[in-house]
């Protein structure tokens, strides 16, 4: 048994070498964080969008409210940090120009349910959100378009087909 646990444990040490070398090689300096460069903030600091964040449903149910004032469409992204498909959306689906310029005009809500507290399940299940990523849209009016959902990480040229058919949506009102 010893010799399988010490071999274990070098393929172990071994791996994780490997993962400091490859964090390392491209600029990262802490031991304890070694593929930080993969996170969110990587890349050339494109412009970041400007989401609200709302964590209860009144919260949302306000923002919703004065959207609805503005005549704005709304767009309600469900992120969190464990979730692998939204950091991948946030380095690159989010970051993307075209994607930027055609959420212009809409209020953008985030919905961080990365503590998976009461009011995170809550908001959750209100909107029968099994995982995130999960995007929603709202009308000017505050409806929601539920044929429009977005579940799990999409490329920016998906997600501009669907900021496409949600401008269509908007436009037959």
């Known amino acids: ?24 090689a ?8 070694p593929l930080h460069f ?3 903030s990587a890349g050339p600091k494109q412009q970041e969008l400007n989401f609200q964040r709302i964590k209860t449903l009144g ?15 709304v767009m309600l992204d469900f992120y969190a940090d464990w979730c692998v498909a ?24 985030q919905a961080d349910v990365t503590a998976n507290d009461t009011e995170d399940q809550a908001l959750q299940n209100y909107f029968q959100v099994i995982a995130p990523p999960t995007v ?9 378009l539920s044929n429009l959902r977005i579940v799990g990480g999409v490329s920016p040229e998906t997600f501009l087909k669907q900021l496409q058919a949600v401008a269509a ?3 037959n009102l």
């Open 1 to 24: 048994g010893w010799k399988k646990f010490s071999k274990g444990l070098s393929l172990l040490a071994f791996s994780y070498g490997l993962i400091l070398l490859v964090g390392a």
């Open 26 to 33: 491209s600029g990262g300096s802490n031991l304890l964080q």
């Open 38 to 40: 993969a996170s969110v």
């Open 59 to 73: 919260e949302l149910d306000a923002a919703l409210r004065t959207a609805k004032q503005n005549h704005q469409p």
């Open 86 to 109: 939204c950091q991948e959306m946030a380095r690159t689906t989010f970051r993307d120009p075209q994607v930027q310029q055609a959420l212009g005009s809409m209020l953008l809500l």
């Open 136 to 144: 929603i849209f709202f009308n000017a009016q505050g409806q929601e």
């Open 169 to 171: 949506q908007e436009k």
